[in-house]
């Protein structure tokens, strides 16, 4: 019995740390009109087994590339990366094998219906058919598939289309998943299905999930680990809220009767929070780590000065403000002019099945 439990904790200790991702200088280097675009450029991380990881950036930054050299879609310019054990490039088959990919473009339009659409894909991985029986249903019913199981694809709107391509990726219930923005265009509530489906997976086979989003609270709320990538290159990764404090912190905002006020609380503010302090009429603003519990003390300090002070609020960071301390500038305005409709670099495509990256399968 003590022996039992004694492996069960050795066991779930080592899982969390083994390895499933560990890629090294990982880079991509597409060539449009003989211009260079370095897509992505000296990725190296590794992903421990089990981890839920939210991969961020502008459009543009390099987020699905990654994806689609760790995928097998396309091969690195230069660099390594395992995969579920096995090397992308030598590999490549016993990588697709062991992961589910769910790419950004929504599937196609097919003639087949949706139900049979994913008993097919439970086939391609060679699961049984009454596995793949089961699994379908399982999914048509968490991912609320149901009201249109039996129509064509084709005939489905770009939600459903999407929520399908999700329930595809994950029919075969692999132990790493891949999703790159699987909850673009969905309803809110879609959004939350498939949140509660990822969650889980997690909890029932201890899948290792690695998504890209635009949504930051999503990636706020249910990532245990955020990487962000600008330009190519990661430029943070740690957990949401360590992110947030060590890098963007609150926002305190004190607001005074008049500028006068507003004049002898700036040598207050400066003294207990040791920050830039900016101004706009008679307000004071800050950013400062653990700012709510910075925020009373300031309170406190302006009244015993005689200050008076006529609001005090306190505005948490969120990652987009991580992105804004790391950059200069927002999320937004950093995709601006950044999209992804490049052409092309059919050379570099050569080991890619875009017929099957469309359906959301490897
Ligand atoms: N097949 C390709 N041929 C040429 N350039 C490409 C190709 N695919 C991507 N790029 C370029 O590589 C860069 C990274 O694109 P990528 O699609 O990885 O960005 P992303 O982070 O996924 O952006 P988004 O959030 O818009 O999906 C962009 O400059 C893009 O134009
Ligand atoms: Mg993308």
């Known amino acids: 019995m003590r022996t039992g439990s004694v492996r069960i904790i050795f066991y779930s200790a080592f899982m969390a740390h083994e390895p499933i991702i560990e890629t090294e200088g990982l880079s991509k280097v597409f060539t449009v009109k003989k211009a260079q675009v370095a897509a992505v450029s ?7 087994r089990g981890e839920l990881v939210a991969f961020l950036g ?20 230069s660099g390594t990366a395992s995969v579920v054990g096995h090397d ?21 339009s097919f003639a087949q219906r949706v139900r049979d659409e994913l008993l097919s894909q439970g086939k391609f991985y060679g699961m049984g058919k009454r596995d793949s ?6 999914l048509i019913e968490s991912l609320d598939l149901g009201s249109f ?29 891949f999703l790159d923005e699987p909850s673009t265009g969905l309803d809110p509530q879609s959004r939350a299905n498939l949140w509660d489906h990822i969650l889980e997976l997690r909890r029932q086979h201890g899948t290792t999930v690695f998504l890209t989003t635009h949504y930051l609270e999503e990636a706020d709320r249910y990532a245990e680990r955020v990487m962000i990538m600008d330009k190519g290159r990661i430029i943070a990764d740690d957990n949401a809220a360590a992110l947030k404090s060590n890098l963007a912190g609150d926002v305190l905002t004190f607001g005074f009767t008049d500028l006068e006020q507003a004049s002898r609380a700036r040598p207050i503010l400066n ?36 200050i008076t ?15 804004l301390a790391l950059t200069g500038r927002t999320l937004r305005e950093a ?9 092309t670099d059919a050379d570099t495509e050569a080991t890619a099945s875009v017929a099957a990256e469309k359906t959301g399968v490897l």
Do not use: C, W
Not at 88 to 108: C, K, M
């Open 309 to 323: 002070v006529h609001s005090a609020t306190g505005v948490p960071p969120t990652l987009d403000d991580v992105f």
């Open 335 to 343: 995709g601006e002019g950044a999209g992804t409709d490049a052409e």
């Open 271 to 306: 003294s207990l929070a040791q920050t830039e302090i900016s101004d706009a009429n008679t307000s004071l603003s800050l950013t400062a780590p653990n700012g709510d519990r910075l925020l009373p003390v300031i309170v406190r300090e302006l009244d015993a000065a005689g």
């Open 42 to 48: 000296d990725l190296t991380f590794t992903a421990a």
């Open 88 to 108: 992308i490039r030598r590999d490549p088959a016993e990588v697709r094998a062991r992961i589910g990919y769910v790419g950004q473009l929504t599937s196609g």
């Open 149 to 177: 199981a039996g129509r064509a694809v084709q005939q489905l709107s770009g939600g459903q289309k999407r929520r399908l391509d999700v329930a595809l990726g994950l029919m075969h219930a692999p132990p790493l998943l």
């Open 58 to 77: 502008p459009n543009g930054a390099g987020k699905s590339t990654s994806l689609r050299m760790l995928t097998t879609l396309i091969l690195p310019t």
């Open 133 to 138: 029986i089961r699994r379908a249903d399982e």
